[in-house]
């Protein structure tokens, strides 16, 4: 949710967290968070996840079913049955009302107003889904992980958001994936 009366944001200049509640993944930690968007100071609330099929805001709405092929059905599969109750918060997430999803924002600031917050799609993550060794068929990663064609052509980072804390790690294994032979 976003807020841009000029009065509220004005109140707050910082990033500040609570706690995710009992039995909701860690993704969920609800936080206010003063950002720039168009130049424009704003007050930010989240996060609550969404849906769309598309892989990148500007994709296909076929992306997600044209990514299912014979040889991923299964790991597809047995990530949903694996992570049942991830699925079951997500939907519920996504069938939350503004009014359901104000009453979150009200344990932040208690005289929050509804006409002061939009919804607003703030960003998309592609989740990481893979057979492992340690985990087994369709297991879901939490984390960030650089993937790359085998000759070094392309690379993409997908997973979790990757911030200062990752930034390094990530370009050295794109220069070591992407750049060996230079």
């Known amino acids: 949710m ?3 009366n000029p009065e509220v944001v004005a109140q ?11 039995g909701a993944p ?8 003063t950002r720039f968007i168009d130049n424009k100071k704003s007050l930010l609330f989240g996060p609550f996840a969404g849906f769309s099929p598309k892989f990148l805001k500007t994709g296909s709405m076929f992306d997600l079913i044209t990514s299912v092929k014979p040889n991923n059905v299964l ?6 049955a694996k992570e049942m109750p991830l699925t079951k918060y997500l939907i519920q997430q996504v069938m ?27 960003g998309q993550r592609v989740q990481v889904i ?4 340690e985990g087994g068929k369709g297991t879901l990663q939490f984390g960030t992980e650089v993937v790359s064609a085998s000759d070094g052509s392309i690379a993409a980072l997908l997973g979790a958001s990757p911030g200062a804390s990752t930034a390094v790690h990530v370009m050295l294994e794109v220069i070591n994936k992407c750049f060996r032979n230079a």
């Not at 707050?12 to 009992?22: I, T």
């Not at 860690?26 to 968070?33: A, G, Q």
């Open 26 to 33: 860690p993704m969920s930690v609800p936080h206010l968070d």
């Open 2 to 4: 976003v807020c841009n």
């Open 75 to 80: 790991t597809m599969l047995a990530a949903g």
């Open 96 to 122: 939350l009302s503004k009014e359901q999803r104000m009453e979150e924002l009200r344990e932040f600031i208690p005289n929050a107003k509804s006409e002061d917050w939009d919804l607003v799609v703030a």
């Open 12 to 22: 707050h200049h910082g990033k500040v967290y609570g706690k995710a509640k009992v």
């Open 130 to 133: 893979k057979d492992t060794a």
